[in-house]
T-cell receptor, first 114, second 114 residues
Framework: EADIYQTPRYLVIGTGKKITLECSQT?????MYWYQQDPGMELHLIHY???????EKGDLSSESTVSRIRTEHFPLTLESARPSHTSQYLC?????????????FGQGTRLTVV | AQSVTQPDIHITVSEGASLELRCNYS??????LFWYVQSPGQGLQLLLK??????LVQGIKGFEAEFKRSQSSFNLRKPSVHWSDAAEYFC????????????FGTGTRLQVFP
């Protein structure tokens, strides 16, 4: 059983609000990732981290930011939510060898900005 | 360009019938190939992966996949589908110098009728 958790599962919020999507893992993995998933579209990597104090932007440009102050925690923040941010956000983690081993995914946060 | 194509957006099968989900990839380096499954309301779970060696790979839940380099394909199969297999299936490719990024397909939604 994968031990990676995302909260909230669902979030409906008004335009202009600041939001933080939480992601925590208890497996001690160094590498963590945020993917954006839209219906009928590929998963797109938006952020990743190699470890504490490491953050990198992914392939898909995103207005969100991330931080990695603790190994187990990798929150994603939107300073001012817009309807274009409506999507599902998936957090994942893997061992130091990266995604070529096995990635463990959280259940996702479905964000709706109205 | 690196890409993964899953030509079937939606497949419906009867319980007990055989299943084949198609995946074609375009990748410049030696590919590492993966199949992930996403059950409703859940995160993605790794079904199987191919790095090298035997081109027929066995995975969890009775799934297998065959790597065909000449066809750039990595199709997923199961001889007898169970109702609990209803989910979305994602093919992904990675490799080369980058161990942190997988390229995902758009997914195939499998519906199983009793």
């Amino acid at each position: 059983e994968a031990d990676i958790y995302q909260t909230p599962r669902y979030l409906v919020i008004g335009t202009g609000k600041k939001i933080t999507l939480e992601c925590s893992q208890t497996m001690g993995h160094d590498k963590m990732y945020w993917y954006q998933q839209d219906p009928g579209m590929e998963l797109h990597l938006i952020h990743y981290s190699y470890g504490v104090n490491s953050t990198e932007k992914g392939d898909l440009s995103s207005e969100s930011t991330v931080s990695r102050i603790r190994t187990e925690h990798f929150p994603l923040t939107l300073e001012s939510a817009r309807p274009s941010h409506t999507s599902q956000y998936l957090c994942a983690s893997s061992e130091s060898q990266g995604m070529l081993t096995e990635a463990f995914f959280g259940q996702g946060t479905r964000l709706t900005v109205v | 360009a690196q890409s993964v194509t899953q030509p079937d957006i939606h497949i419906t099968v009867s319980e007990g019938a055989s299943l084949e989900l198609r995946c074609n990839y375009s990748y410049g380096a030696t590919p590492y190939l993966f199949w992930y499954v996403q059950s409703p309301g859940q995160g993605l779970q790794l079904l199987l992966k191919y790095f090298s060696g035997d081109t027929l790979v066995q995975g969890i839940k009775g799934f297998e996949a065959e790597f065909k380099r000449s066809q750039s394909s990595f199709n997923l199969r199961k001889p007898s589908v169970h109702w609990s297999d209803a989910a979305e299936y994602f093919c992904a490719v990675g490799g080369g110098s980058n161990t942190d990024k997988l390229i995902f397909g758009t997914g195939t939604r499998l519906q199983v009728f009793p």
